[in-house]
């Protein structure tokens, strides 16, 4: 009788309160929503020191980073998730790797830049959450921001050339070499059928789409039956569109689809278990009855004949280049190679996983998926009695993202605002295992007072 009367005062037990008092957000959640938008700025917002190339986000994750880190190695009584021990390794590894292939300056530089945009969100948004619906509180939030950047992004197609773009050129006089030669040429980097590709403040329509996929299955799994989770969703379809991105697109039909079964399969606790194993059966019927499962994948991602051709003919050329070069440390993030030689078409290498492989070494690869499933690892939460009911949805729709990202991730390259937001996702959910475990740890000491 007791534990009940404890648990229906928790501020965190909203399942049968819906009305309950909303918690101010704290000071450092402001910050946390400011990183946010300075992710979403156009990169010709960025500015150079020599040739460090300091964007405003890049300026308040560092010291961030700095305070995460301390505040988690001063917690008395910290809750160890396994992603905590590969988000460090993972950005070790990509330092170690870039200085190893390119030397310590140059190493230190590319190779610091990406562990500080992947590791540094992840404790970010690991260590610096308030306890009490603070992640809900910044998805909320970044829906919001969502309909702005959608607002933009569409100016794209509207007026037929990258418009964000054009108008930061125009006040600072930043150029990208290949967006100037994509829009003499209407290449498929800014034009698709002669038409602009929404892209906005992103740095491509790719990782715009990518973004609004992203949102809107948090917001509607999050809030499936409030206005901002359908307007939500609706928006992120209508940016997907405009981008004329096929991945993100089917990245996002993938986790509506998750999210649906989801819901309509409440009520039957082994729910992800059977839809793993029949993934699981129907992905090693597939690798045994096809002589080339990666062209299967790319069947099922959704893209045309001609850039799936492209894909694969990537993959063919840049295997048998790393496992013969260096398949631990990879061939370096700035160093030039004969890519004419290899088969390629270009410099190009659309997936993030052998991008990284090439970049960083096979172990990278390894290294940042332990990092997004192992937040995952500590068991499910979309039943703990100790999260909020919007909490324990969240952490479902966080799982829905990485698993759409991974699987995405053989087709599509995600870098910059996208490669950020994989750490602070991964960083989110293993703060809602801590979340729970310390809310479970507290109602066990007052019962037993």
Sequence with gaps: MRAAQLHSQRPWSRTKQPQARPVAASGKETLLKFLIVLLCLPEGLSFFIGDFRLS???????????????????RPSKVFVPSDAFAV???????????????????LKSGGIMALEFSGPYFIFRTLLSPVDSSVRIIAFTSKLLLVIVA?????PLTNKPFTYEFIKAITGYTI???EWAKETLADTLYRKG????????????LFGAFCAWVGTLAICTFPSRFIGWSTAAIAFVGILASQARGPLVAYALSLGLTTFYYV?????????????LFSIGFVFLSLSSSSPLATIMNL?????????????????VVPLLMQQSPIFGLGMDVDWDWYSYGLYGPSVDSMWLRIAMTMGIPASFLVLFTMIGAYWK?????????????RRLSVALGIITVSSIFIGFTVHFWGTCWVFLGIFAGMRASLVEINICRSRTTRVAVEK
């Excluded at 038409?195 to 790719?206: K, L, N, Q, Y």
């Design 195 to 206: 038409v602009a590709r929404a892209m906005g403040p992103f740095e491509h329509s790719i």
């Design 301 to 317: 991602s959704g893209i045309d004949p001609a850039t799936r051709w492209n894909r694969e003919a990537i993959w063919a050329a």
């Design 56 to 74: 405003l986000a890049r300026l308040l994750i560092i010291p961030l980073t700095i305070d995460a880190i301390a505040q988690y190695l001063r």
């Design 379 to 391: 068991g499910s939460l979309d039943r703990s009695p100790y999260l909020s009911l919007e909490e």
């Design 265 to 277: 399969c409440s009520r039957f606790s082994a729910r992800w278990k059977l839809l793993g194993a």
């Design 177 to 179: 070499p290949d967006y």
């Design 152 to 156: 933009i992004a569409v100016l794209d």
């Design 89 to 107: 390794a993972a950005g070790l590894w990509m330092m170690l790797a870039a200085i190893i292939i390119q030397g310590p300056a140059a190493g």
